[in-house]
């Protein structure tokens, strides 16, 4: 290597020395340095690592090349190819071992000089070694040599030569190799391999060859230009990578026609390629004059796929130092720990880091991968920041059924955890909108029942210009106030809000009794001192003051009500619109804004944001005329969808609107549960068809088989085919007959079956019936159980073993052809089954292929096999 950069070789089993190859041969101990001092004479690797010289040779000049011996012992053997193409062995210690010490200085010489360009000992006979040299055209380039041989050739008798003056020791002149490859060409690099002792494999002028010692008459090559830096993966023995210019190819020794991969080319030549030792698949590049490496991942693409397809990898760069980097060497042992080695002899060591990969399960938790190890994230104890999560909450809702509830609409808030408000307010407005759309349906069919799940938006709409005010006496006061007359519109609307029950009767008392009984009482008060009942407003107070769980002050906000009094210059008045703002409940505050409201003027009450939505609107629709109504329910019905409020589904109902509205509450919480349980309860069809509705249940879907909740997508699935008919699927797997290709079950549900047994199949009718185990429209035999040879479509009942009573039972209650285990079910890759109840048994105990001459491992197979639904385990 004189006059060229130097190279660098870690010892293959001293995992603390290395041995840097220029002008000589410089052998190194690598020590740890993270609790002591750098010693002097020390050369620093890397903040934890120093190397310390322990021996110099140069008794070997001219050296182009050096391969380390890779048994045990002795450990400190070196092989060098010189220009002239002899190879020498050679040490870098004091070897006291007398079985090889005669090992040391002996010179293996070709017929005719030229250069030595690689090196390789054989992996598996550790005294085989491989030589590639340049072309003669009267000689082999690829020479084998036995290092231990005791062969004395007749022809040219072996020499005894000193080795340099003052040394007393003799070497031999080793002239015949073991075997001779490669004639009139030209060996640029060499490397055995693993897999069979006598395989070789060569970079030559134009081709990369494989060679077999077995008959080195014949070998198996491929021309290319990419014969440089032949090298094999370790931890996979098909796979070789060599390189020309600043190009890397990939060949599969199985397919050797062509690479699997061309790396993408450099734009500089390449010097050194080499494969990670302790990676699977990670490939190490370097070009001239840069200080970069890079690194290819290959771990995931053992085998090419097909001819035309490519093996996709992952790339990427490190930069062990900022100088420019001669060469480079992977650790034999320390998992992605290389050294590197600059022209001037600086060098490096260095640890490349594994590309992390994180992974989230559906049940949100974290994991991640790095190198050979797999950490998990753990929460901790007092974090309640997964209870918040929403995925999390869909899951434990999911389990509860949350939204199947189509009978008491109302309950579903219930299974949601009664938690949150707006989501009460949302599953109560769906209770009303079913509840009076059924009403309506029954008085007047086709009449209104469609407006009722357009929201109070469009029904007030319905109604401008015919509705009038009027003056309504106080109840407990000798007073009047103006409210508007309610027609059929704004009943609906109240209805809808909560205020009042089905009929044409104007009542609030069963609403009141029934926030009474939660413990509302603010509430309760307010909706009576808005119907204008004072003095039930003030009962209603005393008796939330009386209660266990009451507010004394609501005493006094009682009291403070009695002494109401119209006047508008009144101490009364002044003192409650000064001091209202500083009641806590929003309820008690908007009480005296009304009192203290001019007439018409009731903005006190209608933009107090605290206060439910729905009895926002109730008020509206007492005391709004029509223009400001409209103009009062459009503006909250904006601030509703900007804001994805779901009390506002009572103003927009379910149309294009509410999708608007859910649409905003989805992108602020990511409940897509909601939002299509929603969506399904009574959206029109072109409501239904809009693409965001139908994203968020496909992704409701998806998450429901993420979670493996299988039978929950599948309550979904009929839950939702019953509310919008046209999601319904069609028939997506069917079994066909061998002999006619038509469908047997369709042929059999043609025939109607309820409340009949098999008998009207044929199984003991009379023989010119068509029968369950032959096919429907051909009559040609079904294929038989593999288990009990019986014909496909007997059920099981019928077969040994099986209970005939229990099934009749069963098809009697539940009215089918067949239970699940008279199903069909066979493996798709061998085609051999039978009854489902059959297979079922039989894999609980085998993994093979119950007929007996295939050896089909049906069961392994199968990835989902042994997959238990989530829901069926406790959370």
Known sequence: ????????????????????????????????????????????????????????????????????????????????????????????????????????????????????????????????????????????SVLIWDICSKYTPDIVPMEKVRLSAGENETTLLVTKPLYELGQNDACLSLCWLPRDQKLLLAGMHRNLAIFDLRNTSQKMFVNTKAVQGVTVDPYFHDRVASFYEGQVAIWDLRKFEKPVLTLTEQPKPLTKVAWCPTRTGLLATLTRDSNIIRLYDMQHTPTPIGDETEPTIIERSVQPCDNYIASFAWHPTSQNRMIVVTPNRTMSDFTVFERISLAWSPITSLMWACGRHLYECAEEENDNSLEKDIATKMRLRALSRYGLDTEQVWRNHILAGNEDPQLKSLWYTLHFMKQY?????????????????????????????????????????????????????????????????????????????????????????????????????????????????????????????????????????????????????????????????????????????????RDRVAFACKFLSDSQLNRYIEKLTNEMKEAGNLEGILLTGLTKDGVDLMESYVDRTGDVQTASYCMLQGSPLDVLKDERVQYWIENYRNLLDAWRFWHKRAEFDIHRSKLDPSSKPLAQVFVSCNFCGK????????????????????????????????????????????????????????????????????????????QFNNWFTWCHNCRHGGHAGHMLSWFRDHAECPVSACTCKCMQLDTTGNLVPAETVQP
């Not at 509430?523 to 507010?551: C, M, P, T, Y």
């Not at 109607?752 to 019936?769: D, E």
Request: include cysteine.
């Open 1 to 140: 290597m004189s006059g060229t950069k130097p190279d660098i070789l870690w010892a293959p089993h001293q995992v603390d020395r290395f041995v840097v190859c220029d002008s000589e041969l410089s052998l190194y101990h690598v020590e740890s340095t993270v609790n002591s001092e750098l010693k002097a004479g020390s050369l620093r690797l890397s903040e934890d690592s120093a190397a310390t010289l322990l021996s110099i040779n140069s008794d070997t000049p001219y050296m182009k090349c050096v391969a380390w011996y890779l048994n045990y012992d002795p450990e400190c053997l070196l092989a060098v190819g010189q220009a002239n193409g002899r190879v020498v062995l050679t040490s870098l210690g004091q070897d006291h071992n007398s079985k090889f010490k005669d090992l040391i200085g002996k010179e293996f010489v070709p017929k005719h000089a030229r250069q030595c360009n690689t090196l390789a000992w054989n992996p598996l006979d550790s005294n085989w070694l491989a030589a590639g040299l340049d072309k003669h055209r009267a000689d082999f």
């Open 437 to 613: 759309t059924e009403d309506m349906d029954q008085k007047s069919p086709g009449n209104k029942g469609s407006l009722v799940y357009a929201g109070i938006k469009s029904i007030v709409k319905s109604s401008l210009g015919v509705v009038e005010s009027s003056r309504h006496n106080w109840s407990g006061l000798d007073k009047q106030s103006d409210t508007q007359n309610l027609n059929e519109e704004r009943i609906l609307a109240l209805q809808l809000c909560g205020w009042i029950k089905k009929g044409t009767d104007v009542d609030v008392g069963p609403f009141l009794n029934s926030l009474v009984q939660e413990g509302e009482w603010e509430r309760a008060a307010a909706v009576a001192l808005f119907n204008l009942d004072i003095r039930r407003a003030i009962q209603i107070l005393n008796e939330g003051a009386s209660s266990e769980k009451g507010d004394l002050n609501l005493n006094v906000v009682a009291m403070a009500l009695s002494g109401y009094t119209d006047e508008k210059n009144s101490l009364w008045r002044e003192m409650c619109s000064t001091l209202r703002l500083q009641l806590n409940n929003p309820y008690l505050c908007v009480m005296f804004a009304f009192l203290t409201s001019e007439t018409g003027s009731y903005d006190g009450v209608l933009y107090e944001n605290k206060v439910a939505v």
């Open 743 to 818: 469908s047997i079950s369709y042929s059999c549900s043609t025939v109607p079956h309820q409340g009949r047994g098999f008998s009207q199949y044929g199984v003991s009718g009379s023989p010119t019936k068509s029968k369950v185990t032959s096919c429907p429209g051909c009559r040609k035999p079904l294929p038989r159980c593999a288990l009990c040879l019986i014909n496909m479509g007997t059920p099981v009942s019928s077969c040994p073993g099986g209970s005939k009573s229990d099934e009749k039972v069963d098809l009697s209650k539940d009215k089918k052809l067949a």
